[in-house]
């Protein structure tokens, strides 16, 4: 069984940083991608930053130069740095992972529980 639980959420200031970090249990036979979504009140859920298991990394352009995404795929985590954080940031952040429990299955995403983030102006 999968899980993914992330933690690292909290209140913070306006200008402030946080780290959200993912941990997911299971074994896979291969990781393709982990990254963060979010979600705020009344909007759809959208994606902040995606990490590759070659190494690259993409983030919706309203966290481009603030947030910095890294996976570690020997413990499979993901991070999240988030600096410079502005109230629109706040929102529920979901982690999640796309990859395979094994050889022959087919790629599937997994999500966590999510975790609040709120910046106070």
């Known amino acids: 069984q999968v899980q993914l639980v992330e933690s690292g959420g909290g209140l913070v200031q306006a200008g402030g940083s946080l780290t959200l970090s993912c941990a997911a249990s299971?074994?896979?036979?291969?990781?393709?991608?982990m990254g963060w979504y979010r979600q705020a009140p009344g909007k759809e859920r959208g994606v902040v930053a995606t990490?590759?298991?070659?190494?690259?990394?993409t983030y919706a352009d309203s966290v481009l130069g603030r947030f910095t995404i890294s996976l570690d795929l020997i413990k499979n985590m993901v991070y999240l740095q988030m600096n410079s954080l502005k109230p629109e940031d706040t929102a529920v952040y979901y982690c999640?992972?796309?990859?395979?429990?094994?050889?022959?299955?087919?790629?599937?995403?997994?999500w966590g529980q999510g975790t609040q983030v709120t910046v106070s102006s």
């Open positions: 999640y992972l796309l990859g395979k429990r094994r050889s022959y299955s087919a790629a599937t995403d997994y």
């Open positions: 990490g590759t298991n070659g190494g690259s990394a």
């Open positions: 299971g074994t896979f036979f291969s990781i393709d991608a």
